[in-house]
């Protein structure tokens, strides 16, 4: 016998997909690319010459080098520490592992502001190693390298966290017939690891880079604000909107998106690339 309600029933589950993808395109527009019309449209509301000219402005153009300054110097070592600790926690048995893991997860715990402030009290001219410092003339506080480092500990786990999670659902039996074959460490890495991790990489990276680039929190603490010194796009995005140049701010916070950009349009690419090698 025929069930009068499998019509109606197949109905709903055909319109389910279709409702689904409504809603999601609806919060997408709300959410995400209404805020970004919103930064493009301020930029521009005084016309394109007055968008160049704030793009151009001295202290814009320094917070632009220094927080992509800051990127390139901070991201290849959180990859290079990801990579190292996410190897040895996945791969090997040793005392201290859990302890190594908690330390890994520790800058997603504490807040960024936190985080400044504890770097102000390590290396500040009052802290704790600040005197022994301020004795042989080295300046760390309220200075670039403080942004490096403040922003390196912020970040440090994206990359890490990425590769443990697929690293340990890999599990080890690849490595270990490497191994057995008389792979060496390096080789085992390269030619096993390497091929199976490098989206996840790729992906951490990304991620990493993104909030090395927006980080503001920590950075505002320990930099010191100085114009044109220690700024990075972020802090000159507040500073411009505190003196009441709100189209100033907007074009620098534009400039930000538009690196963000940059950053996914290069993943983008060397995802297509391989597809390409594979296909």
């Not at 999601?24 to 007055?50: C, E, M, N, R, Y």
């Not at 390139?72 to 859990?98: C, D, H, Q, S, Y």
């Not at 936190?114 to 309220?142: C, E, K, N, T």
Request: proline share 5%; hydrophobic share 55%.
């Amino acid at each position: 016998m025929t069930d009068p309600m499998a019509p109606l029933a197949a109905t709903r589950a055909n319109r389910t997909p279709a409702i689904l993808i409504a809603v999601g395109a609806v919060l997408t527009a709300l959410f995400i690319a209404a805020p970004l019309l919103v930064i493009f449209d301020q930029a521009l509301s005084k016309g394109i010459d007055v968008y160049r000219a704030n793009i151009l402005h001295p202290e814009t153009l320094h917070a632009i080098w220094l927080t992509t300054l800051t990127a390139l110097v901070v991201l290849p070592i959180n990859i290079a520490f990801g990579v190292t600790a996410a190897w040895a926690i996945t791969k090997f048995e040793f005392r201290g592992k859990r302890l190594l893991l908690t330390a890994i997860d520790l800058p997603f715990s504490i807040s960024p502001i936190v985080a400044g402030v504890s770097y102000l009290l390590l290396y500040g001219g009052l802290g704790l190693w600040g005197p022994w410092l301020m004795d042989r003339d080295i300046r760390i506080m309220f200075s670039v390298p403080a942004i490096f480092l403040v922003t390196m500990f912020v970040t440090s786990p994206f990359v890490a966290r990425e590769l443990i999670t697929l690293m340990q659902a890999q599990g080890r039996e690849r490595e270990e017939v490497a191994a057995t074959l008389g792979a060496s460490g390096w080789q085992m890495f390269r030619r096993v690891t390497l091929p199976n991790i490098k989206w996840a990489l790729l992906y951490g990276a990304v991620l990493c880079n993104a909030r090395v680039m927006g980080e503001f929190g920590a950075v505002s603490v320990v930099s010191g604000n100085l114009r044109g010194q220690t700024n990075t796009l972020p802090l000159q995005v507040q500073l411009l909107y505190h003196d009441y140049n709100a189209t100033g701010a907007f074009a620098a916070a534009s400039v930000l998106t538009l690196l963000a950009f940059v950053t996914l349009i290069l993943k983008a690419i060397l995802e297509r690339k391989a597809f390409d090698r594979r296909s």
